[in-house]
């Protein structure tokens, strides 16, 4: 196993409704957006996995349905998916 980037990744993340904007101070490192298609997108930087973690189960909480996940590059707008099958297997 490799030592794991210590730097804070940028994620999109987007849950089905609109959530009211006086949680957005609960997401104090993202940016908070209602979609007019009827859903809420969150944007920003992320510590690591257990921030990321931290911050699903919070919406888990709030009873958000979860639509999408993605970590953004780092060099621009461009996504890539977060999936099971890029993550590096254990040697």
């Known amino acids: 196993m490799t030592a794991p980037d210590q730097s804070p990744a940028r994620y999109r993340i987007r849950i089905r409704g609109h959530l009211d904007p006086a949680w957005s101070t609960w ?8 979609e007019e298609d009827g859903t809420t997108e969150l944007v920003g930087p992320l ?3 257990a921030a990321l973690f931290g911050l699903l189960a919070g919406l888990r909480d709030l009873g ?12 621009g ?6 999936a099971a099958h890029e993550r590096e297997e254990p040697r």
């Open 77 to 82: 707008p461009a996504a890539k998916r977060v």
């Open 27 to 34: 997401f104090n490192s993202l940016t908070v957006t209602q």
């Open 47 to 49: 510590a690591d996995q």
């Open 64 to 75: 958000a349905t979860l639509l999408l996940v993605e970590r953004l590059a780092a060099d």
